[in-house]
């Protein structure tokens, strides 16, 4: 069991720079892939980015890279989501999840879901 709590949103200017963590328990949480999607108003869970149980593989959505990093530090079991020059439509709640399996795109793959933390970024 992996219990995920995100953090580090709030309110930004388009072009600023906001760091999300994603706070894990338990003792086994270097066995997990974590991902991070999102999801505005009125849309669909989008996938933002993905990172191996190691943290040597990463994976980004087109429409963040080059933008946002994705990084992990299993000694602080928390998961980062670097995030720069943001722009109004990366307004949305942002979730980390788990899987013990490889690092994946796939929502339905995933186990373990926080509950999300809110981004909004003015124009």
């Known amino acids: 069991q992996v219990q995920l709590v995100e953090s580090g949103g709030g309110l930004v200017q388009a072009g600023g720079s906001v760091r999300l963590s994603c706070a894990a328990s338990g003792r086994t949480f270097s066995s997990y892939a974590v991902g991070w999607f999102r999801q505005a108003p009125g849309k669909e869970r989008e996938f933002v980015a993905a990172?191996?149980?190691?943290?040597?593989?990463?994976i980004n959505a087109e429409s963040v890279k080059g933008r946002f990093t994705i990084s992990r530090d299993n000694a602080k079991n928390t998961v980062y989501l670097q995030m720069n020059s943001l722009k109004p439509e990366d307004t949305a709640v942002y979730y980390c999840?788990?899987?013990?399996?490889?690092?994946?795109?796939?929502?339905?793959?995933?186990?373990?879901w926080g509950q999300g933390t809110q981004l909004t970024v003015s124009s």
């Open positions: 999840a788990a899987t013990s399996g490889i690092a994946t795109r796939r929502a339905a793959l995933y186990d373990y």
């Open positions: 990172i191996s149980q190691s943290g040597r593989t990463t």
